[in-house]
């Protein structure tokens, strides 16, 4: 079954504790993304990745970091996680560049940071 | 850079009733346009697209959207909502050559009654 995957998916944490929210899809597209979500803002783009070693700040890149060792995998890592960083976290894929608008989203990440 | 508007944040109708959700979006050029669907609990899914062509766009469980290049708007609509339909609805767009990014706009939270 084509998906992408995420975990975990609910964390409670405390300010300062670094943590990494994984992602990974099986349907090898080049193209990868994460967004967070937040009420009455939608969803906004925090880094995306159109291939191996390729990243890019989308929106809202401040306090994460992302990485594309591999195809399938794309990892968000919070090095000093904030309250404000208290969201819903989704990843996504698509087969390449000209089909980021087509999009396949993970279940999300629920986080919360005290 | 471009920008998406949902100008109705909630909307509740009747089963039965007709649909329509404002989209607009700021952008001189040439768009591709999405709707997304999120229903409770779930990740977004993609409701339909228009690239060109036909301007009235057909996607998934009776929807279909109309682009109005001239009033720069992607509405979506249905002729008679379900229960089952509620859920929050997203419009989004890429610029073709503009890198391709998809953005969002603020959502719109639709619940239908019984």
Not at chain 1, 38 to 44: A, E, S, Y
Not at chain 2, 39 to 50: A, F, N, R
Not at chain 2, 54 to 78: Q, T, Y
Not at chain 2, 83 to 106: M, P, R
């Amino acid at each position: 079954e084509a998906q992408v995957t995420q975990n975990p998916r609910y964390l409670i944490t405390v300010t300062g504790k670094k943590l990494t929210v994984t992602c990974s899809q099986n349907m090898n597209h080049e193209y990868m993304s994460w967004y967070r979500q937040d009420p009455g803002l939608g969803l906004r783009q925090i880094y995306y990745s159109m291939n191996v070693e390729v990243t890019d700040k989308g929106d809202v890149p401040e306090g994460y970091k992302v990485s594309r060792k591999e195809k399938r995998n794309f990892p968000l890592i919070l090095e000093s996680p904030s309250p404000n960083q208290t969201s819903l976290y989704f990843c996504a894929s698509s087969l390449d560049r000209s089909t980021t608008g087509e999009l396949f989203f993970g279940e999300g990440s629920r986080l919360t940071v005290l | 850079a471009q920008s998406v508007s949902q100008h109705n944040h909630h909307v509740i109708l009747s089963e039965a009733a007709s649909l329509e959700l404002g989209c607009n979006y700021s952008y001189g050029g040439t768009v591709n346009l999405f709707w997304y669907v999120q229903y409770p609990g779930q990740h977004l899914q993609l409701l339909l697209k228009y690239f060109s062509g036909d301007p009235l766009v057909k996607g998934i469980k009776g929807f279909e959207a109309e682009f109005i290049k001239s009033k720069f708007s992607f509405n979506l609509r249905k002729p008679s909502v379900q229960w089952s339909d509620t859920a929050e609805y997203f419009c989004a767009v890429t610029i073709t050559g503009g890198g391709n990014k998809l953005t969002f706009g603020t959502g719109t939270q639709l619940k239908v009654e019984l």
